[in-house]
């Protein structure tokens, strides 16, 4: 019986010839040729019963019918496309930007891709490239230096010119983040210093996207926290890939529970141990609005001293890098009269 062609690819190549086939069917085993219309392919191979791959002769632009030669019979037939070469024509690219380590899958736009034979990146061979069509190609980068490279296809008919242009980017680095701890509620705009900021896409806190970010510099990002709870180590992403992680905690809110004494005269001067959770972190510690002198024991105690004012009940807060508590409230008694 003779062989089946079921398909070709490629189905095209340029009139220089050179392009190489797979022809997969049935049958093909015994093969003694194949051919492009009346001409012989350079070569070919029978890889099984059900492939050979072959290389085109050269012809004139124009399709031809491929037939396998066999012992029992010719095959059916298939087309392959001879096209006349042309210089490339690169237009874009997508995307236009990534690491300098490489491995960015990027998608040539122009004309005249039939055939490629090299994509260079600052002439550097892409790590590999695939011709989709006429029009497109698939490469993934080889690694580079950070900046412009120009990017060109080369083809039977030429080299692209080199007017697209490819830009390394560094990979981002941060060094420091102040504050490096915030509330659990979110919130906390925090700085981030560092190198290679330009075009940040994303800043991370652990898994979870900031709020909002403000690239501020290639060396400066401002950023708002969400809500998180424990280490949340702070990421940047860029073209150049995603940085080094820098520590950031997250505190609970603060939270009093009672005041020891919780009453006191109106002149200054009482210790007050205030009994609560999360208070390790305290920065000010208020009685009705007014800061006052203190000292953290504890995560759960601290004693302050209250300041003079007016009979009369007042609220006491504390603040940590967690928040401000709720108020909780101290009474000052007026002396008796005479």
Known sequence: MPPTINT???SQGPTSGGTTVTLSGTGMTGATAVRFGS???????????????????????????VTVVHPTGNSNSVTFTYVAAQVPVVTGMAPTS???????????????????TAVTFA???????????????????????????????????????????FFYAAPPVLNSVVPA??????????????SSLLNASAVTFGSANAT????????????????????S???????????????????????LTALVPAIG????GTVVTLTGTDLATASAVTFGGTAVPFTVVSDTHITASVPAGPAGPVTVTVTTAGGTSPGLTYTRVAPPGL
């Open 98 to 116: 990534g690491p300098t380590s490489g491995g960015t899958s990027v998608t040539l736009m122009g004309t005249g891709f039939t055939g490629a």
């Open 8 to 10: 070709i690819a490629p």
């Open 265 to 268: 005269p109106t002149s200054a």
């Open 181 to 194: 701890q915030g509330s659990a509620a979110g919130g906390t705009v925090v700085k981030l210093t560092g």
């Open 39 to 65: 001409t012989n392919a350079t070569s070919f191979v029978v890889n099984s019963a059900t492939q050979i791959t072959a290389v085109s002769p050269a012809r004139a632009a124009g399709a031809v019918a």
């Open 233 to 255: 180590p702070i990421t940047v992403t860029t073209p150049g890939g995603t940085s080094n992680p820098v520590a950031f905690a997250y505190i609970a809110t603060p939270n």
């Open 123 to 165: 002439g550097v061979p892409a790590a590999s490239f695939t011709v989709v069509s006429a029009t497109q190609i698939a490469a993934v980068t080889p690694s580079g230096t950070a900046g412009a490279a120009v990017v060109t296809v080369t083809t039977p008919g030429g080299s692209s010119a080199p007017n697209t242009f």
């Open 212 to 231: 909002s970010f403000t690239v501020v510099s290639a060396t400066q990002i401002d950023a708002t926290a969400p809500p998180g709870s424990g280490s």
